[in-house]
């Protein structure tokens, strides 16, 4: 199997193992185990090959704006004396962070000429970070590029400040609903938002209404009530956290200024062609090179310190590739972009299984330049990968979820500081989130040292952990346990969960619970989306 975008790639695929079934990789934090799973009653989940690029960049950019979707050409909404805003997501997604040129750099530079050839003086960019932390000089010269961040002093382009109410303005509906959106976008003529698509829920109104508002937004869209209905984060007919959050845009449609919305949908190429391309390969068709690759990748990862180790994964960038492109009204770009996203990331899969069994990396949308903390590694275990299915959970109910992650007590002072204070003075005290709610939440989200942090330094809101928390939710009501191997045991109690030295081990545990001669799914990769018959 070559790792290199072709144009007619393989579809996903739902292997049922047996005695010819070699072990599965499962990532294990900054490194990869091996794992032998039970024969005749499992099954491995495998994402479709990557889709090839639309076309060539540039021709695929002039393609899109000349031709968009529900909306006049930006040409045409581009004048002399236009106060434009343009707005795009910010360096947590996709993850791993893309290889450059990033196309939200490409996409700009042509939005920024247009605006040129019009005369707009008065222009601004915005990342909108919601109660992620602020992105780096660095970070937005790698999304941005140097000629963008050199036109631009830093009072035109910066990060969304969520904490800030003198640069939020409310806009409030007859019927007594209201969102909060920052200032300058609300007050602009024109709102140009560009946007990176991985997944069915980035796309549309999110960039709005989780990146440019404030906790309460977000809160409306993830909170312990809401959370244990909302479990699929990718069926968007079901999920209520999606129906508020198209709540919340319809009111900023009819309320706010216009906006010009642009959408890259990219594939699921993680790996490439390059030193990790082993890693996007179905491992029963490993060849005696890949396996010599493997061996040396996870031995090479183990003699690394921790540091060491996660400094090497963090300098990973995917080459990622634009599968489509899609320009105009909000709601039709997303119509668009969804459907390209299920297209390639849908893997169907006829009923639910006892047992869901996930390998958990390091790789994550709150730990770019940092540490993938424990709580970090279970919301993307908990929040994102079981929740990422549509019809049905790929787990029953009662049944058993196992996770492989060190799970060690390790934080980044500068990027999570209220996560730290989460998880020794919270999360050692009680783990139920309604709990937590009523007890810790005031003190969280209105903290003035988080929010000294946050808006002078490169800390996350202090909202943030609760969010994550409450994403929990649909998970820990519906199974009965989670097991994680290989985590640190302390730590893996203190969550609330059950330790497991190895695979064995936890599948043992899980008997005791499902019974034995237990059904399971391996999810192979945690961008793939299960569609349960």
Partial sequence: MTTTPRSNPRPGFVLEVDQKTPPVVFPHGSSFTLETLPQKTSRVLYPSEPFAAAAETTAMIADAFAAPQGSAPLSDLLKANTKLTIVFSDISYPYPAMRKPDIRQQVIE?????????????????????????????????????RICGSFDSDQLYSHNAYDRDALTTLSAKGGESFSLNTRVAESDLVVAVNVCSHPTHSGWHLFTNGLSDYQASYEQ????????????????????????????????????TIFHIEAVVNNNVYGDGPLRVLQKREWEWNLRDKAAFGALRKGLTQLAGLASRKAGNAWRAPYETIALHCGDVAAVHNASVEKLLEQNVVPVEGQSDILTMGLSDFGPHSVDSTQNPLLALAEGLGTVFNNYIGKPLVRKGGVIIMSHPMKASFDPVHHSPHIDFFEEVIKETTDAPTIEETYADRFVNDDWYKHLHQTG?????????????????????????IVVGGDTETVRTLGLKPASTLQDALEMAEAVVGKDATLSHVASPHLIAHVS
């Avoid at 312990?224 to 999606?242: E, I, M, N, Q």
């Avoid at 490169?458 to 989670?482: D, E, K, N, R």
Wanted: hydrophobic share 40%; aromatic share 8%.
């Fill in 222 to 257: 993830n909170n312990p009530t809401l959370a244990k209905k909302a479990s699929s984060v990718a069926d968007t007919k079901k999920s209520a956290a999606y129906k508020v959050a198209q709540k919340q845009g319809q009111l900023l449609d009819k309320y706010g200024p």
């Fill in 110 to 146: 042509h939005v920024l000429e247009l605006a040129a050839s019009a005369g707009c003086d008065d222009v601004h960019l915005i990342a909108a970070t919601g109660l992620q932390r602020k992105m780096t000089d660095k970070e937005f010269r790698h999304v941005l590029g140097d």
């Fill in 458 to 482: 490169f800390s996350f809101h202090g909202g943030h952990p609760l969010q994550l928390w409450y994403q929990l939710g649909a998970a820990l009501t519906h199974v009965a346990q989670v």
